[in-house]
Structure formats: structure tokens, C-alpha cells
């Protein structure tokens, strides 16, 4: 009986390991044994995103087109009246020196409301379910669009061909959601059915592959959360990367969602590089093991729903989700948030009186704290000098992740060892200084600060600090009192304050540094370092020696490995980045390319020119050097057609109109204006901005060959210049020279002509 303290701790320890190991493990799509809900076809929904995405489809554009009437003949089709709701709406976003960035686009949204059996008419509430089917200008987007654009088409078949639903389902496809979420904005404010949701779900993919899982609950309540953690097949996601991809573009299409005051669910698979701009979201690189989950999903939550008791219209606050190894998915609402941060603090509190009554002074304990933030940033810059020391490990790092090559999970292993390393190694220094007691407060202090700057500021991510210091301080607070105890009593005591860290904290490292990859390491080194530092007394109690050096031979390894794991990337279709230029002053034409290395193509293109050019006139003061070579006219590419209609003038006020209409039914209009700034502008009667600032940037989307007039006010009696440019998807394709054997095929449609003109307002 004698070892049973001792062997409470090694068990302790068993289960710690167990837990992380649990927790770090891949997360695939689960492949079902059998068919979860019968009538979903994973290669069906392929085959609707390989139509979808067969060139990039912005808002306006003829691929735009064809994708819509794609989904509504296979939405007719399933025996359902799909209508197209065609609005304009509009954006305007200030930065902190006054530049206004408006954006104004028609969405073309396909609404279908699938009826249930309680009837109600219009007073009835309803179940949404959204996704969208465009996508930007450079990319297929066959994940980030048309993925869940074909699974929720074929969802909606397998609704339909089965038993009624008592609630009304709302199908979505909105138009125009690459350029902020304009379709979901065009629905809740004009469309009579937005008033009847009662909850929203919303379907983004940010990857290719990988789960389907829960990135956005901030405006939900337990209802729907539960609804979710009970139906789903395999549940999975976090609050924690919630806040990280509320930060995405791809999350904005949420955004018009969750001020309407109903639960909102906001899912995407998140793993699977897409590449900058979309440039590897191809169809072929779409998992259909992601499809298939992705489409059980939808069909099990929307039957969920569809037949649940729906709550009446609130506000609601959002919820907390993690998952637990072996436990599920945890969730809580945001209520207790606040409580059990004041909760931690009240602990902290009483752990700094309890160490100031053992002979601890106030000043060691503030020592101790801004030591621990100290430490922590050292190792983040030990961190940084090696990465910044291995430049090729860096290149290789997105090709790695591209083919899910080794190489990746080597070089973020390195990178979680490295921090740990050094902030164990000076945690021991401060330890034999103050002592391994006052050391730890220090830690704890410091988390209680971070923990309420995270509930203010990304309040979905508490979770990760709230738990582990309640039970660290806890874990403190029982070892202050009980220094009678034995040396294997208070070590599991310690690993047991230090387990919800290794649980919640060691995950979101993993996942956080995924997600940044090694280019951002602050947020997962302080993360490492506060895992280190609660795991402080249960260390020194256990290996009081020789750790540091196992953690920098398992850095040294990582990178060994990453640096042996070449990963081979196929030849993929690129973009075509260049730009057919015509220009309405000069009367001329001209190639345009980014400031990057020719190849043997563009080196055609651009066969005299020696190195990139800044080019003010076309782009602005602050535009980037790009390679400029002459062109053939086109005559088929037509001019802005612009007409002046009124220019009045006083020492006061200038006020100035004047009509724009696209003949060649561009797919983005950029506008902006030189020499002044107006304090009031207007398309159409729509206000746009009123009051003053100190750069005006318009661009429209999905205009097509609509008329649009423009007003313009400005203090005083100023001369000014208005840039218009049309940008068009592809190319004059008979005017440029053939593509060499041997070069990447180019992406369909990602050529763009432009078509400028300038109004001189003298």
C-alpha cells in the first residue's frame, strides 16, 4: 500500500498522455460503415461540382449565369418552384483615417421554400439553410461555393423524395457572397421570408477536405447547439478556431445572419489548402469523403429541425463549444463566460493571499508575473530565429500542406517542441530563483490578465483558459495548504491541477498553429509557453531534470524529418494573372502583368520589357510596379459608355451627375476619384456616404448592362478626376502568342480585360 501514492501518479500521468493523444489525432472525414441517411449521393453532389466550378463565376458574369441556371433546371427538376430574387445592396466601411472602401452589387439569390405539414401561411417560422454558388474572380471555387452549393441540391432531392417535415425549409443559393456576404445581406433585407427564419444554418467552406465542422456559433443558443451535438454525424469544431475563422473573408457570408436576431450555425471543412486566392480550388481536389459528411450533416440537422418545435424570435447570446476526449462535445452559453473568468480571479486572489501568509513577498509575486510574460516572449523570438534560419523549410511548408505531405506535421511539431523548450529552460532558472510556488502564481496571474482580455475580445476562445486555471489555481491553492503531504500525493495532486492544460490548451496549440502555419507564431507559442508554465510544479516534481534537452532533440528531429520529406506537387492548373488593358484617353491598349518572374509565355508578351513599372495613372500613387507591354485594340471590347448629365458649381458647392452603363456587362466596375474627396455620394438614390474623407473607393458587382447614376457632392469648387474601370473575365485570346508545351494549363476565364475611362471634372 505503500506505492499506491506513486502509482495514483504514474496513472495520472497514463491518463494525461492518453488525453493529448486522443486529442492531437488527425481529424478525417468519418467514413460511415453504411449508408447514415439513406438517399445521399456523395458522387452525385461530385458531379454537381464539377458543372458548378467549371471556370470562376463572379457576381455578373456569364459562368455566373450558367451555374444559376444550372441549379434551378435541377431544382425544377426534384419537383420544387425555385424563384430568383434579384436585388442591389450596398456596404460602406471606414478605416481609421477616414478612406471609404464602398461596395454595392445585385445578388441574384435562388429562394426555394420546401412546405411543411403544420401549415401556419405566413406567420410560420421557418428553418434556412444557405449556401452560396458564386465565387471570386481568380478561382473555381469548388469548395469555398460550389461544394456546398451540390451538397445542399442534392440534400434538398433526398427532403423531397421522403416523408414530410413539419416545419417550412428555406433553400438559399445566394450570388455575390465573394465580396462580403452581398447575397446573405440582399436576402435578410429585402426578401418577405426573411422574417419567418427562426434558425439559420450556413454552409462556407474555408478548405477541401477534412470534417465538417462548427466554426461559428457566436449568435446561437443551446437549442440549436444541442440540436447539432445530438444529430450530427460526428461532430466536430471548437469556439476556440470559431474565433480564428470569424476572421476569414469566407466567414463574412455570416455576418448579415447574425444581427437578425435567430440562432446561427456557420459550418465549413476547414483542412485542405486552397491556395492564395483560391488558386488550387479545383474540383478534382474536392474530398468526397468531406461531401459525403458534409450532406449527412445537412440532411441529419435539417430534419432535426424540420420536424423540432422551432423557439420563438430572440437574441441570442452564443455558445461555448470544445470537444472532450472520450466525453463529446461540451457546450455552454456565453452567460457563464464572465462568471467563470471572475471566478479564476477570485482564485488568483486568494492564491496571492495565501502565498503572501507563507512568507511569499507582493514583490516576488509581481516579479514572477511579468517574468512569466518575459519568458514567454523569448521563446516566441527563439522560435522565430529558426524558422527565419531555415528558409527552404519555409518555401516547402505550402507545397507540404497542398499534397498532405509528412513534412507539415514534422515542421509544426518542431515549432510546438522549440517555445516549450526554451520557456522550460527559464522557467527553471526563475524557479531556483523565487521558488517553484511563487513561479507558478506567476503563471497564473498572467492567465487570469489573458483570460479576461480573451472574454472581451474573442470570448468563444475562453474556454481554453478559463478551465485549466480553475483547475491550476485550484491545484495551487490545495498544495499551499498541505505542505504535510507526500512527495507522490502532491505530485498528483499537480498533474491533476495541470490536466484540464494538457486537454484543452494542447489542442488549441496544434490547431492554432495549423492555421497560422510557422509564418505567425505568437498566438501558439504563448500558448505552448502557458501550457509549460501550469505545468510548472507538476514538472518539477516529476522531472525535476532532464527535459530541456529531450525537447530540443525532438525540435532537432521534427525539422530533420521535415527537411527529409520532399513533397512532390503535381501540375496544376494556374491562373492566368494577365491583364488586357484598354484605355479610353489614350486610345490605346496594352498588357498588363503582376511584378513576378516571366516565363516562357509572358516572356512573349513581354518581349522588350526589362522589369516592372509603376504605373500611377491606372492603379493609384500606391500601386505595386507591374510589367507593361503594348497591345492590339480590340475593338469588340467596348468603352465605359458615360454620360455627364449635371456639373453645378459655386464658391460653396460643387454637385456634380452622371450616368455609367457597361456594354460589355462587366462583372466589377472600380471607381474612384482623384484631387478631391465628395462629403456626400449616391447611386440610383442610394446613399453611399455622407460626411467627409479622405479617399473615396467604389466598386460594383453583378451590374451587368444596368444603367446606374451617379451623384456627387463636394465642398467648395474643386477640379477632381473620376477613374472608371470595367474588368472583365478573360481575355482577347487571338491576340496573344501560343502557350509553350511543358507550362501548367491556365485556368479558364482568369484572364481579365479592363475598359477605363476618366471623367476631367475641371
Not at 175 to 192: E, I, L, T, Y
Not at 294 to 319: H, K, V, Y
Not at 539 to 553: I, K, S
Amino acid at each position: 500500500m505503500r506505492h499506491a501514492p506513486l502509482l495514483a501518479v504514474y496513472a495520472a500521468c497514463g491518463l494525461a498522455l492518453l488525453l493529448a493523444w486522443l486529442a492531437l489525432q488527425p481529424r478525417a472525414a468519418p467514413v460511415p460503415t453504411g449508408p447514415f441517411l439513406p438517399g445521399y449521393s456523395a458522387a452525385r453532389a461530385q458531379a454537381h461540382v464539377e458543372a458548378l466550378a467549371q471556370a470562376p463565376r463572379p457576381a455578373g458574369s456569364a459562368a455566373n449565369a450558367r451555374a444559376r441556371d444550372y441549379l434551378l433546371a435541377r431544382i425544377r427538376a426534384i419537383g420544387l418552384k425555385p424563384h430568383v430574387q434579384v436585388d442591389t445592396v450596398s456596404a460602406t466601411s471606414w478605416d481609421w483615417m477616414s478612406h471609404a472602401q464602398i461596395t454595392v452589387a445585385t445578388a441574384r439569390n435562388i429562394v426555394v421554400r420546401k412546405p411543411g405539414t403544420l401549415g401556419g401561411g405566413a406567420a410560420r417560422p421557418a428553418v434556412l439553410a444557405m449556401a452560396h454558388y458564386d465565387s471570386g474572380a481568380t478561382t473555381p471555387g469548388a469548395a469555398d461555393g460550389a461544394a456546398s452549393a451540390a451538397a445542399l441540391l442534392d440534400a434538398m432531392r433526398v427532403l423531397q423524395a421522403g416523408p414530410p417535415l413539419d416545419n417550412d425549409i428555406l433553400f438559399v443559393f445566394t450570388d455575390a457572397d465573394a465580396v462580403h456576404a452581398m447575397g446573405a445581406r440582399a436576402f435578410m433585407q429585402s426578401h418577405a421570408w426573411a422574417k419567418r427564419v427562426r434558425v439559420a444554418l450556413r454552409f462556407d467552406n474555408a478548405g477541401n477536405r477534412g470534417p465538417l465542422e462548427l466554426i461559428g456559433a457566436a449568435h446561437a443558443d443551446g437549442f440549436a447547439v444541442d440540436a447539432w451535438t445530438h444529430a450530427a454525424p460526428s461532430p466536430h469544431g471548437s469556439s476556440f478556431m470559431a474565433e480564428l475563422y470569424d476572421r476569414l473573408p469566407q466567414s463574412a457570408g455570416a455576418a448579415p445572419l447574425e444581427v437578425a436576431g435567430f440562432p446561427v450555425l456557420h459550418f465549413a471543412t476547414t483542412q485542405g489548402a486552397l491556395g492564395y486566392e483560391g488558386v488550387h480550388d479545383l474540383p478534382q481536389r474536392v474530398s468526397g469523403a468531406s461531401l459525403r459528411h458534409e450532406g449527412d450533416t445537412m440532411l441529419a440537422l435539417l430534419r432535426r429541425f424540420g420536424n423540432a418545435r422551432l423557439p420563438p424570435p430572440s437574441s441570442p447570446r452564443g455558445q461555448v463549444f470544445f470537444p472532450l476526449p472520450l466525453a463529446g462535445m461540451v457546450h455552454y452559453d456565453y452567460l457563464l463566460i464572465w462568471p467563470l473568468a471572475a471566478l479564476a480571479c477570485a482564485l488568483g486572489a486568494l492564491a496571492c493571499r495565501a502565498g503572501v501568509r507563507n512568507g511569499v513577498s507582493s514583490t516576488d509575486i509581481a516579479d514572477a508575473m511579468f517574468s512569466c510574460v518575459f519568458m514567454a516572449v523569448a521563446a516566441t523570438f527563439g522560435a522565430y530565429l529558426c524558422r527565419e534560419a531555415l528558409p527552404a523549410l519555409q518555401a516547402r511548408y505550402p507545397a507540404a500542406v497542398l499534397v498532405q505531405d509528412s513534412g507539415a506535421n514534422w515542421q509544426l511539431l518542431a515549432f510546438m517542441l522549440l517555445p516549450a523548450a526554451v520557456f522550460v529552460a527559464l522557467q527553471r532558472r526563475q524557479q531556483q530563483r523565487l521558488g517553484v510556488a511563487t513561479t507558478a502564481l506567476g503563471v497564473l496571474l498572467a492567465g487570469d490578465i489573458a483570460l479576461v482580455a480573451v472574454c472581451a475580445h474573442a470570448p468563444g476562445a475562453s474556454y481554453v483558459l478559463a478551465w485549466p486555471l480553475l483547475a491550476a489555481q485550484a491545484a495551487w491553492l490545495a498544495l499551499a495548504h498541505a505542505r504535510a503531504w507526500t512527495r507522490a500525493r502532491r505530485a498528483f495532486v499537480a498533474v491533476c491541477g495541470a490536466l484540464p492544460a494538457v486537454v484543452l490548451v494542447l489542442p488549441a496549440v496544434h490547431a492554432s498553429l495549423a492555421f497560422f502555419s510557422p509564418a505567425w507564431l505568437v498566438l501558439p507559442s504563448a500558448l505552448v509557453c502557458l501550457l509549460a508554465g501550469m505545468c510548472g510544479m507538476a514538472l518539477d516534481l516529476l522531472a525535476p531534470r532532464w527535459l530541456v534537452r529531450p525537447l530540443l532533440l525532438g525540435a532537432g528531429v521534427s525539422l530533420g524529418m521535415a527537411y527529409a520529406a520532399v513533397p512532390q506537387v503535381p501540375q496544376l492548373p494556374v491562373p492566368n494573372r494577365l491583364v488586357y488593358y484598354k484605355d479610353t484617353p489614350s486610345w490605346q491598349a496594352f498588357w498588363l502583368y503582376p511584378p513576378v518572374p516571366l516565363d516562357a509565355w509572358t516572356r512573349q508578351v513581354f518581349p522588350h520589357t526589362l522589369h516592372p513599372y509603376v504605373m500611377p495613372y491606372l492603379f493609384g500613387p500606391d500601386a505595386d510596379p507591374v510589367w507593361y507591354a503594348a497591345a492590339p485594340r480590340d475593338d469588340d471590347v467596348a468603352w465605359p459608355d458615360l454620360v455627364i448629365d449635371k456639373d453645378e458649381r459655386s464658391p460653396a458647392r460643387r454637385h456634380v451627375e452622371f450616368r455609367l452603363r457597361s456594354k460589355n456587362r462587366a462583372a466589377d466596375i472600380v471607381m474612384r476619384v482623384e484631387g478631391a474627396c465628395p462629403h456626400r455620394t449616391a447611386v440610383d438614390g442610394r446613399l453611399l456616404t455622407d460626411h467627409d474623407c479622405f479617399s473615396w473607393h467604389l466598386t460594383l458587382h453583378g451590374m451587368e448592362d444596368a444603367e446606374m447614376r451617379f451623384a456627387l457632392d463636394f465642398w467648395g469648387d474643386p477640379g477632381f478626376l473620376v477613374y472608371i474601370q470595367e474588368r472583365i473575365p478573360g481575355l482577347p485570346e487571338r491576340d496573344l502568342p501560343p502557350r509553350p508545351a511543358g507550362l501548367p494549363p491556365l485556368l479558364p476565364l482568369t484572364g481579365t480585360t479592363v475598359s477605363a475611362d476618366v471623367l476631367r471634372f475641371r
